[in-house]
């Protein structure tokens, strides 16, 4: 029901073997899906060009100018090296679970729509054989059968024009004379109308209830979360963007924002002189990390951004976060990166030293 075709950003080369694969499904296309894999190792501008490139070579072992649906993301659990494009990488990635959810509906769509067409062409031909029966004289029929068959395209339009099909319902013309010059049209067996009066029915009633009756149970399983593919890569976790004092680099939002309710929620129980913490007050909390004074003094110089010597709720916040950071075994920076400043200090921020 799909085939997935997976490209590195960082090595789009196609090998022999692979072309011959791709060209070998090519009949394929509507199945095939390509995805663009690895994508945040570069920058927006090689990107655009790593995705010209591929485009390209594409629409060349295809033979199609319109290329399959292409997924560009970071489709692996490391932490992304450019993440400026994080936000396209996530709604690519849901896209692409998207339409893997959608699978066993398709699937059902596509076996319908095949069901019609097979309906569709035993009707039209069971008429061609029918007509060209009744159009069979007692004698000459060879010479009948001939004629018929140089003008079957006037018995194409007959037939369209007397039961309202479209053109594009009939067989190729060309494939149809040759198979008919095999046969004893006199042979042909009669046309059984309640048969194709069933055939009406089921076009015109059947099919349509089934499809209305598609979306609605579609909705419900959304609603319900019934049939829904989960567990594995269908869980939804946030993409990874650096770790340590790295997390959260391209990010809009402030990192430390996370968990910044429970920074608040012990903040809010220090004593604060003008909504601020004294040094004092900030040592006794941060202590009870156990990290060494060295660490401490390091992460107060990095917290205190406006270096007045106390801490608002943001630097405090900013203090816990890089006490979270060491604890979990990453280094501490020596300088407080541009994506860590709190953003009410951000215009205008400078990093001081500590003494």
Not at 85 to 91: A, G, V, Y
Not at 270 to 292: C, F, H, N
Not at 332 to 338: G, V
């Amino acid at each position: 029901d799909r085939i997935i075709l997976l490209f590195d950003a960082h090595k789009l080369d196609i090998s022999d073997e692979f072309k011959s694969a791709i060209q070998a499904i090519r009949k394929n296309e509507d199945k095939i899906r390509i995805v663009l894999n690895k994508a945040d190792m570069m920058n927006h501008q090689q990107l655009m060009r790593v995705y010209g490139a591929l485009m390209w070579s594409l629409a060349r072992i295809l033979g199609n100018p319109e290329v399959s649906r292409v997924y560009v993301g970071s489709f692996w659990n490391q932490p992304l090296q450019y993440a400026a494009n994080r936000d396209l990488f996530e709604m690519e990635q849901d896209d692409l679970f998207a339409d893997l959810q959608e699978l066993p509906r398709n699937a059902t769509v596509r076996r319908l729509n095949d069901l019609i067409k097979r309906a569709t062409w035993a009707k039209v031909n069971a008429l061609i054989i029918s007509h060209l029966k009744c159009q069979m004289p007692m004698l000459g029929k060879d010479g009948k059968k001939k004629d018929l068959i140089k003008k079957l395209d006037e018995v194409y339009k007959k037939i369209q024009d007397e039961h309202n099909i479209p053109a594009a319902d009939f067989p190729d013309i060309d494939n149809m004379r040759e198979k008919l010059k095999k046969f004893d049209f006199s042979k042909f067996p009669v046309l059984h109308k309640e048969l194709i009066a069933k055939v009406d029915k089921m076009l015109a009633e059947d099919i349509p209830r089934l499809m209305s009756l598609m979306p609605r149970e579609q909705m419900d399983k959304k609603l319900g979360g019934i049939g829904m593919i989960k567990g594995g890569v269908f869980t939804k976790l946030a993409m990874p963007v650096g770790t340590g004092a790295d997390e959260g680099v391209g990010e809009r939002d402030w990192i430390v924002n996370r968990d910044k309710v429970k920074y608040d929620n012990v903040y809010n129980t220090l004593e604060q002189v003008d909504g601020k913490i004294t040094g004092r007050v900030a040592r006794e909390e941060l202590i009870k990390s156990k990290l060494p004074s060295k660490e401490l003094g390091k992460i107060w110089r990095l917290a205190d951004v406006d270096h007045d010597g106390l801490l608002d709720d943001e630097e405090f916040a900013l203090a816990m976060h890089l006490i979270k950071v060491k604890t979990e075994g990453h280094q501490i920076p020596e300088e407080l990166p541009a994506h860590l400043i709190p953003p009410s200090h951000r215009d205008g921020a400078q990093q001081n030293g500590f003494e």
